[in-house]
């Protein structure tokens, strides 16, 4: 055995480095294997190896974000709500329950404990964005989390090997997209074995027992890097304050923070939140809220090392119960993005005027529509989602990212499956021209969006559109980008709900980034470029950079 070696730098990288493939044939399986298109296409999904206590040890690289944190979160739950010598080998968890998991019902958890030589070693696991859940169709303006949907508790989808086929029976009368839903799950079940078979090789090509002491070391490591990029920043609170807008006419929040920064350690407090609302979905869990903001840390200070639990134990990240930010049951979550989305630009705006040089402007956050069609005749209902980004802010070295998602990693919906699916026409998607804010470096374009309905079907869309009031913020003298905008007829859009009846016509432009630094600093070259591409009309670079001779 080799319990006790103590490995070298190169030993132990490529030790890492096979985990995270492993991590990524799992994904694999779970991205070919899933039924909906917001896997399929739109990457809303993550899978994580943990370690048998449920801390993080590798990730896939493709899917979301945020599940790196909320996965490892959640298996430590399921642990103590069962009881270790309660799990057995063959046994499949699943759980939405908010509050232990991903901070709202879609997104689904799915842990498999992993043995070997009948001792829990590990966990393989996965979340999926589900294509629906029930409740409420746009639950929006929800009072209580029990209008949003389905949820469970930690629960044994498969207990010591079979099917529990009754779990499998009441998520199906409950949901609208039942194949989509099953089929999504069964592909998380069929990924995280691939997972696990692939974790027991490695165990037995390195000759060990469990993954307790390659956990400690990989943590150990990180933990020691990111102590050191703490350390090198000035000690000081560093505060910043960002408006949150619901979705709901006359109802407006309000993110606070204080960043601590004392020697290798960084404390981020959200005192002053906002108090938790009965009046939007946008209440976040602290689950949520840890996540969101231990990203943007990890890319500004580790950028270039894969993300497990070390990076997390310098930081201690706190929020008032009660609040948007640590909401309390039954608190509605649905649409919580609207707040967590925000937090990685809130946190980088924070430490902007002591890292300028490796911070981006406010970037322009995905809109994400899921489109419900009750089709005519035989041809049953489809739920399928419309994932579409804004523009990334510009950042001290380069110009934001046209239509590029963040803080996520999803793809844009193809127009071909959409149309497919939901039966409407996307008469126009282009870069939204003048969107991106101004600025030495200028933001990155949003989009417009044009969609008819020439079928003899309703479609109704649950509409999630931030920044449609508050646009990304530029920085350093960069001017915002602008907010977003949604008609409906040539009518304003202001529910949460966008119903697009046959022969009606939508019009969806997503926000832009903001812009980094004075705009009179950036080279006439580079404004002409911006006229020549289209992504700035001649006025706007007259209005904007005092460029008179705006023709290319």
Known sequence: MTQDVAWDPITLEVMWQRLLSCASQASVTILRTAFSSVVTTSHDFRYVLTDGDGNSLA???????????????????IIAQVGRDQIRPGDVFITNDPWIAAGHLPDMHV???????GKLVAFSGSVIHLSDIGGRFGA??????????????????YDAGELNEEILQILRANVRASDLVQGDIMAQVAGNQLGANLLCEFLDEYDLDDTTVLSDALQSRVEAAMRTQIE????????RRTPVETGIAGEELEIQSRITVAGDRMIVDYSGSSPQTDKAGVNCVLNCTRSLTLYPLQALFLSDVPSNEGAARPIE????????MNALRPAPVDVRAMITHLLPDHIMGSLAQIIPERVSAASGIRWLLLADRAAAGTRGRMITSFFQAGGVGASAKRDGPNAKFWPIKSYHTPVERF????????????????????????????????????????????????????PAEGYFAGRA?????????????????????PGQRAVLETPGGGGFGPPDERSSADVLEDIRQEYVSPAHAEAEYGLTDAEP
């Open 419 to 470: 149309e497919v699916e939901s039966g409407l026409l996307v008469e126009e998607k282009a870069l939204r021209q003048d969107s991106g804010g101004a600025g030495r470096f200028r933001g990155g374009l949003g989009q417009r969006i044009v969609v008819s309905n020439p079928s003899s079907d309703v479609v109704k869309f649950t509409f999630y559109r931030p920044q449609m009031d508050h």
């Open 232 to 239: 090198a920043l000035p000690d000081g609170e560093y505060h």
């Open 59 to 77: 990730q896939s690289h493709l899917g979301e974000v945020m599940f790196v944190t909320t996965f490892p979160d959640c298996v430590k739950n």
């Open 481 to 501: 980008g602008m907010p977003g905008r949604a008609e409906l007829d040539g009518e304003a859009v202001t529910s949460a709900v966008l119903t697009v009846a």
């Open 111 to 117: 842990a498999t404990p992993v043995f070997k030589d």
């Open 140 to 157: 929006h303006d929800a009072t209580e989390v029990y209008e949003e949907g389905l949820c469970f508790p930690p629960v044994r989808l």
């Open 317 to 324: 990240i706190t929020a008032p119960e009660g609040t948007i």
